[in-house]
């Protein structure tokens, strides 16, 4: 039996990939990123935090190809290969986790990997239509806002005019 690009991608990332993760005004650390025998973690090593080295795989909310977050803007002296570059957005306040491998192949590796996990689904449709949902999200939000806002007024609008009326009577 032939493994799929999906096994592939489980079984390279459950063997651990060394990678370079940057922090905000500090040298890229090398560490070693796995996923843990239940594909419910990302974890790495060596770390002083030892059990609080992990992310758990529902906390991400997405996942980006390239030097596209402000770490990466940051270390612009790096000199990173773009393809071997991808960040982890991830918890309630969209942290990042921003990582450097050593080949594109390996960057490529995680990346896919890591939307299969999020996806929970092989489908790439369904991936794919799930990314979308995930972009169009900042546009509900506004539009839920304005919606919120436009009630506000029409009812304040509305108390005026019941105002005015009394002081007419």
């Not at 999906?6 to 040298?27: A, F």
């Not at 929970?120 to 509900?140: C, M, N, V, W």
């Not at 007024?153 to 009394?166: F, I, K, N, T, Y």
Request: aromatic letters at 8%; charged letters at 25%; proline letters at 2%.
């Amino acid at each position: 039996m032939v493994p799929t690009a999906v096994e592939r991608c489980m079984s390279v990332m459950q063997s651990g990939t060394q990678m370079v993760k940057l922090k905000n005004g500090s040298k890229g650390l090398v560490r070693l990123f796995y996923l843990d025998e239940h594909r419910s973690c990302i974890r790495w090593r060596p770390s002083r935090k030892s059990e609080k080295a992990k992310i758990t795989i529902d906390s991400l909310y997405k996942v980006t190809e390239g030097r596209q977050s402000d770490i990466f803007h940051r270390h612009a002296e790096g000199n990173f290969d773009s393809s071997c570059c991808f960040t982890i957005y991830h918890g309630n306040h969209m942290e990042s986790l921003d990582l450097v491998t050593s080949n594109s192949e390996e960057a490529r590796t995680w990346v896919t990997g890591l939307r299969y996990l999020m996806a929970g689904i092989s489908d790439e449709d369904s991936l794919a239509k799930r990314q979308r949902t995930h972009d169009q999200y900042p546009f509900q939000m506004i539009g839920w806002i304005i919606n919120l806002r436009l009630l506000e007024l029409l009812q304040s609008q509305q108390l005026r005019d019941v105002q005015s009326q009394a002081c007419l009577n």
